[in-house]
Each structure stands twice: as structure tokens, then as C-alpha cells.
């Protein structure tokens, strides 16, 4: 798994928990709505880290509370 799949299923499972759809999300984090979903589309390869604090802000989560769920310990060597 690369990166940006995880960041993504990560945030699909903290909306999940929480009962937010990504509209909502976007509300609550202050941006708009298409940079979510843009965001979770797997076609797009990169994710912004601005983007990812002001989501975990917009959720109540930390960075470092973010980033130590088990899914990221399944990160593959991504050097092209």
C-alpha cells in the first residue's frame, strides 16, 4: 500500500466512526468540498499535508494520532 491510499482510507474510516459523509468533513476543516473529494479520488496520486492537518483539525484528531494507525505500517518503498 502507498501513502496516499492509506491518508485516504484512513480519513474513510475516521468519517465512518463518526457518522460524517465528506461533505460535512469539508465543512467542519474548513475547505472546500471538491478538495475532499479530490483528495479521495484514486486517480490522483499526491496528497497536500496542509490538507491532511486541516482534515485531522476539522475531526479532532492529531497529526501523530493520525499517523499511528496500524494501516501505515503496511507503507511500501515508493522510490520509482
Not at 14 to 43: F, H, Q, W
Not at 57 to 66: A, K, N, Q, R
Request: proline share 4%.
Amino acid at each position: 500500500m502507498q501513502i496516499k491510499e492509506a491518508v485516504v482510507r484512513r480519513f474513510q474510516e475516521l468519517c465512518r466512526e463518526r457518522g460524517i459523509k465528506y461533505n460535512e468533513l469539508a465543512t467542519l476543516s474548513g475547505v472546500t468540498p471538491s478538495t475532499v473529494y479530490s483528495m479521495m479520488d484514486e486517480r490522483r496520486r499526491d496528497v497536500s499535508m496542509v490538507t491532511v492537518k486541516k482534515l485531522c483539525d476539522g475531526l479532532d484528531v492529531s497529526i501523530p494520532e493520525f499517523f499511528t494507525a496500524p494501516i501505515f505500517a503496511e507503507l511500501e518503498q515508493e522510490i520509482y
